[in-house]
């Protein structure tokens, strides 16, 4: 799947990561990890939570999990991608599980399988990213 690499972040401002996930101590862990590595993280806890915030801030990469209650990860990328705004902005869904879901319907730039190292996550991040990562 090709990806578009998003223009680099201005010198002050840190790239911001959206983390969905409905397992807070994924959230959590998550953000204390990329925010020690120079990124700025907002939380969601669902898709459908991700989409109100995605409607007031426009994060530069999104990670999510793919099985989640109201929105999973897959539905939620299609919606992402379909707002004008995120066709740039690259979505890493994850699954322990990815028998349970129909990964073809879902528009994403990567999908790993969980678990995954916080440091190859962080890799491909900064892959998707390029010159705006930190």
């Not at 680099?8 to 959590?28: F, G, H, Q, R, Y």
């Not at 204390?32 to 120079?38: E, S, T």
């Not at 989640?68 to 705004?85: E, I, W």
């Not at 730039?109 to 900064?126: A, M, N, S, T």
Request: aromatic share 6%; with cysteine; net charge neutral.
């Amino acid at each position: 799947m090709a990806t578009l690499l998003r223009p680099a972040c201005s010198v002050n401002k840190k790239p911001v990561l959206l983390v969905v996930d409905d397992e807070v101590d994924i959230t959590e862990t998550y953000a204390l990890y990329f925010a020690l590595h120079g990124f700025e993280v907002i939380k969601a806890n669902n898709g459908f939570e991700a989409v109100t915030v995605v409607a007031h801030r426009v994060p530069d990469l999104i990670i999510s999990d793919c099985m989640m209650p109201t929105m999973d990860g897959v539905a939620l990328s299609r919606h992402l991608k379909a707002d004008p705004r995120l066709l740039r902005t690259p979505i890493i869904l994850m699954s322990g599980a990815p028998e349970r879901h129909d990964l073809r319907q879902g528009s994403y730039d990567l999908f790993l399988l969980k678990p995954v190292l916080l440091e190859r996550l962080l890799g491909e991040i900064r892959r998707l990213l390029g010159a705006a990562a930190p």
